[in-house]
């Protein structure tokens, strides 16, 4: 698995906001706050396998009207609907690419 081509969608409660990096540039930060014994704060909300994917990831789930303040709890149930929404379409685009047992691509 090639970490730099997975990109990641993380966000921060102390921050409000969210942050877009590649698996390898969140887990080395990971691993260092870990062995630093500090804590993180960001918490990974998806992954994705373009910067771009993980863009749009980011504007299906910031769905508050006023994005300097916390989530309400109905943008919440919003953010569970679409989220699972992005999940089935990411999922349908990647199976178009994905090779099959037979070696045919779906």
């Known amino acids: 698995m090639n970490t730099d081509q997975i990109y990641v969608l993380e966000y921060s409660a102390s921050q409000g906001g969210f942050h877009i990096q590649t698996m390898r540039a969140a887990t080395t930060r990971n691993m260092k706050m870990f062995l630093d014994n500090r804590m ?12 771009e994917e993980a863009s749009k990831l980011c504007d299906v789930v910031d769905c508050r009207a006023d994005r300097s303040q916390p989530f309400s709890n109905a943008e919440r ?11 089935d379409w990411l999922h349908q685009r ?6 099959t047992s037979t070696g045919v691509r779906a």
Do not use: K, W
């Open 40 to 51: 993180n704060d960001y918490q990974i909300i998806g992954c994705a396998n373009s910067h």
């Open 77 to 87: 149930e919003t953010m569970q609907v679409r989220s699972a929404e992005f999940r």
């Open 94 to 99: 990647s199976s178009l690419h994905t090779p």
